[in-house]
């Protein structure tokens, strides 16, 4: 009875181990480009193999084919990498399907040609075959893994994962495993891109925090490594103390610099008439005035004309002096000498007047208490004149008929020292002869706005110049003094 019993085991293990090898051949049966041939040699050897007691030998034998089976990318499952290592229980019904509906990745544009189209199996599915063949032996399919279980005697076995999907065969541990093909099936527009690789980052040794830590100024900035990318930072400069330099000249303050405009005689006492019988004392104001419009345009706020209604020269200079101006101005219009004039018809009526005298003259007394500042204003006056083109020229009428001495001969500077209102006012002083009014064309001019315009714009860039040089040195005279040098003492000691 013990023995029936064994040998019905025995029968039923063997059944069991023929069904899974059929439908191992069935499922390479399957595969397109396998040859009949080679089908029924996988079906003879297998059929002998399963009759016979399994060995390590034969387990060896029967993996080799299974490796080294042709494969073409119908008969690989599109899978993860994950899933195609995994082995698969043999109780699921749907594993021991083949993948059949799985479509192959497109081959690439440059081996279309070579790529052998797949063909649709002919023959009916695995799983049919499978159960009619185990309906003929009388074998129920396998309920789960404990239907596997294997008899304590026999060693446990890693199993092969098969490329189709069906059952796996048991291999001995010690048979190593041929270097499996990995093929990836191209990913769908659906699936999500695999993660980029990321990039590989060097390892930062000492030396290369050493070359990139905080080093002093003077050190020079380390090398970036040979094929980097990355632009060395400029090394820190040195703080440099800046270098002793000269103080800058201070500039002029206009609405702290004063100036008095003089205007030249009186309403009484009108001095020189024109060619046409105008007063002096007519285009003296009207050029004050226009002055004095520009230079508080100019922000010279404390300029001011000063006037007088009686003939009193020392009252005049001592009313400007009160002012404390940092520059008097005394506006005139000139003549010449009474032999140097002539009575005739002018425009239909009888006239004094002149002819081959006319320009601008200026004076200065050497009797002055401030004759250097005077000096120099005047100097500037006479360039700016001159600075306005033709439009302005000196006249030396005054050092021919007068005996003037000149000054500055070329800019129309000259020195006329019995003057009571440059020699009296205590403050630089200057008198402008802006033009000679006897003469027909300078009375002409004297007239014309434009005219006028040349010589206050002369007056106010020269006003602006001596404000600058007042200014520079006052700065210079509040500085402080130079350090005391050391004692004989000191020196002899430095000596030693």
Known sequence: MNCDSKRGRNLQRSSRRFAWMLALLMSFAMAPGASAESKKAEADKKASSAKSKTSPAAG??????????????????????????????PDAPAA????????????AASDAANQPKPVAPAEPAASDLIDAAMKALHVSPPAGPAAQAKPPSEPAAPATPSLAGGPQTPVPADTPKPPATEVKPSPSPSEPSPPATPTEVKPTTA?????????????PAAAPAPGSTEVPAAPAQPEVPPAATAPQPAACNPPDFRIAIDVGHTETNYGAVSAHG????????RLAQELIQELWARKFRRAEIVTQVDSDLAKRARDLSSRRPNIMLSLHHDSVQDRYLTTGMLDGQMRTYTNGFHGYSI??????????????????LGTEMRAQGNVLT??????????????????????????????????????????VITDVSDEQKA????????????????????????????????????????????????RK
């Open 96 to 107: 021991e399907k083949p993948a059949e509906t799985a479509s192959p990745a497109p081959p």
């Open 363 to 380: 004076f200065i007394s050497r009797e002055n208490a401030y004759l250097d500042d005077s000096e120099r204003f005047a100097k500037l």
């Open 278 to 285: 105008d007063h002096e004392y007519e285009f003296n104001l």
């Open 60 to 89: 060896k034998a029967e993996a080799a084919p299974t490796a080294n089976a042709p494969t073409t990318p119908a008969s690989v499952a599109p899978a993860a990498d994950d899933a195609a290592t995994a082995p698969k229980p």
């Open 394 to 435: 000196p006249t030396d009428h005054h050092e021919v008929q007068e005996n003037r001495q000149p000054f500055d001969k070329p800019i129309g500077v000259y020195f006329y020292d019995g003057l009571a209102v440059l020699r009296q006012t205590t403050a630089p002083a200057v008198l402008l002869e802006s033009a």
């Open 207 to 219: 030396t290369d925090d050493a070359a990139t830590s905080a080093a002093p100024a003077a050190a």
């Open 447 to 494: 007239n014309d706005k434009a005219f006028r315009a040349h010589i206050v714009n002369a007056i106010v860039t020269a006003v602006s110049k001596f404000c600058d040089a007042v200014a520079a040195r006052a700065q210079t005279r509040t500085a402080p003094p130079p350090a005391a040098k050391p004692a004989a003492t000191e020196k002899q000691g430095s």
